[in-house]
């Protein structure tokens, strides 16, 4: 008997310490709302709808599964921010910087993505519907299964003019006289 008492207050001690390694750092929602900067900050799961964050500084941040419906975040630096599940629908990304973000699963319907830059960041199954994409440079990233704004679901395999390569002997395609600056590789 006072095994199973031990044995039960035992698990709940450690299933409480696991919701608290998940949940959203306080501290850190506080410090963004006071100075619209939080790099490297613990925000998933949080709510920040309809907040304005021109500017703000979310390097490296962690906003995995967080509602950023219709958020300003015009010129926000997102650079290498894990916004994988994150809800960014009607939001203000215009100007922003992704460069190297995680947005795999994320919806960004009917976004404002003008001018952003998006350059090597994973958008694998996100949601781009009716987004507005504008000027927004897309170089290096990972579209496989992506809905984009019209609608259609991208493939889940390389692209023809891809610079990945799944098998070797293809890597022959491209010669240096016919495209300039390409590179081949195959996956590991």
């Known amino acids: 008997m006072k095994l199973q008492i031990l044995a039960t207050v035992a698990l709940l001690g450690c299933l409480s310490f696991a919701e608290q390694a998940l949940a959203l750092n306080q501290q850190d929602l506080d410090q ?3 100075a619209s900067a939080c790099p490297r900050c613990d ?3 949080a709510d920040l709808t309809q907040l304005n964050l021109t500017g ?3 390097r490296g941040a962690n906003l ?3 509602t950023l419906s219709q958020v300003n975040l015009t010129n926000a630096d997102l650079t290498g921010a894990n916004l994988e599940a994150a809800i960014l629908n009607s939001a ?7 460069t190297g973000a995680n947005l795999k699963s994320a919806s960004l319907e009917n976004a404002d993505l003008s001018f952003a830059g998006f350059i090597s960041a994973n958008l694998e199954a996100a949601n781009l519907k009716g987004a507005r ?3 927004t440079n897309f170089r290096g990233v990972n579209f496989r299964l ?3 704004g019209n609608g259609i679901v991208t493939s889940d ?4 003019w891809s610079l990945e390569r799944t098998i070797p002997t293809e890597c022959n395609k491209f010669k240096a006289e016919n495209a300039r600056g390409t590179t081949c590789y195959t996956r590991q």
């Open 32 to 34: 963004l709302k006071a």
């Open 43 to 45: 925000l998933s799961g």
């Open 56 to 58: 703000a500084n979310l």
């Open 64 to 66: 995995s599964g967080a």
């Open 92 to 98: 203000n990304l215009s100007g922003a910087s992704l």
């Open 133 to 135: 994409v504008q000027f």
């Open 146 to 148: 992506t809905t984009l």
């Open 157 to 160: 395999k390389p692209y023809w």
